[in-house]
T-cell receptor, first 112, second 110 residues
Framework: SQTIHQWPATLVQPVGSPLSLECTVEGTSNPNLYWYRQAAGRGLQLLFYSVGIGQISSEVPQNLSASRPQDRQFILSSKKLLLSDSGFYLC???????????FGPGTRLTVT | DAKTTQPPSMDCAEGRAANLPCNHSTISGNEYVYWYRQIHSQGPQYIIHGLKNNETNEMASLIITEDRKSSTLILPHATLRDTAVYYCIVRGGPGNQFYFGTGTSLTVIP
């Protein structure tokens, strides 16, 4: 069966520090991968999606970037965090076409 | 942009059916309706999806109106563990991405 992992589960970082969040998927090949952010009390905002290695699409302009160095690995990064980057970051995967998305457990990021 | 409208909150008595409405009046012919739920501080959980026919699985039923402009998610016998935020999503557009709105916060009352 397929599983999706995210780490770390929680993170507290100072403003201006770098960020690297990792997401890996097991049990499937060629997944579509997604990064979402959820601010406190808000819905989910799609940040990036990827349909293959090295292929990244950005949904909104921001302080973050994403990379997909391997088929089942998706990384969210920032060179310098802002206070507004605080939130709950979720990684998700789906199969090709119109299949449903499956979400990881999330990383709660607090920028201080 | 979210293409759906949901009530911000609802209550339901434990053991009764929970009926969660969703309006998607601008839905296109090839767009599916998906439902997810999110329990506090967890990742969203897939519930069900459909195109134009009613669908049922072990978790819920999805009723889509004939004109497809609205749908209802039915939890037949709500339990306290069904307390969550429920998202109705229309999937379509370039890249077939999911766009989440703010959902309906369902509280199941003992």
């Amino acid at each position: 069966s397929q599983t999706i992992h995210q780490w770390p589960a929680t993170l507290v970082q100072p403003v201006g520090s770098p960020l690297s969040l990792e997401c890996t998927v097991e049990g499937t090949s060629n997944p579509n991968l997604y990064w979402y952010r959820q601010a406190a009390g808000r819905g989910l905002q799609l940040l990036f999606y990827s349909v293959g290695i090295g292929q990244i699409s950005s949904e909104v302009p921001q302080n973050l970037s994403a990379s997909r160095p391997q088929d089942r690995q998706f990384i969210l990064s920032s060179k310098k965090l802002l206070l507004s980057d605080s939130g709950f970051y979720l990684c998700a995967w789906s199969g090709v076409g119109l299949s449903e998305q499956y979400f990881g457990p999330g990383t709660r990021l607090t920028v201080t | 942009d979210a293409k759906t409208t949901q009530p911000p909150s609802m209550d339901c008595a434990e053991g009764r059916a929970a009926n969660l409405p969703c309006n998607h009046s601008t839905i296109s012919g090839n767009e599916y309706v998906y439902w997810y739920r999110q329990i506090h501080s967890q990742g969203p959980q897939y519930i069900i999806h459909g195109l134009k026919n009613n669908e049922t699985n072990e978790m819920a039923s999805l009723i889509i109106t004939e004109d497809r402009k609205s749908s209802t998610l039915i939890l037949p016998h709500a339990t306290l563990r069904d307390t969550a935020v429920y998202y109705c999503i229309v999937r379509g557009g370039p890249g077939n991405q999911f766009y989440f709105g703010t959902g309906t916060s369902l509280t199941v009352i003992p």
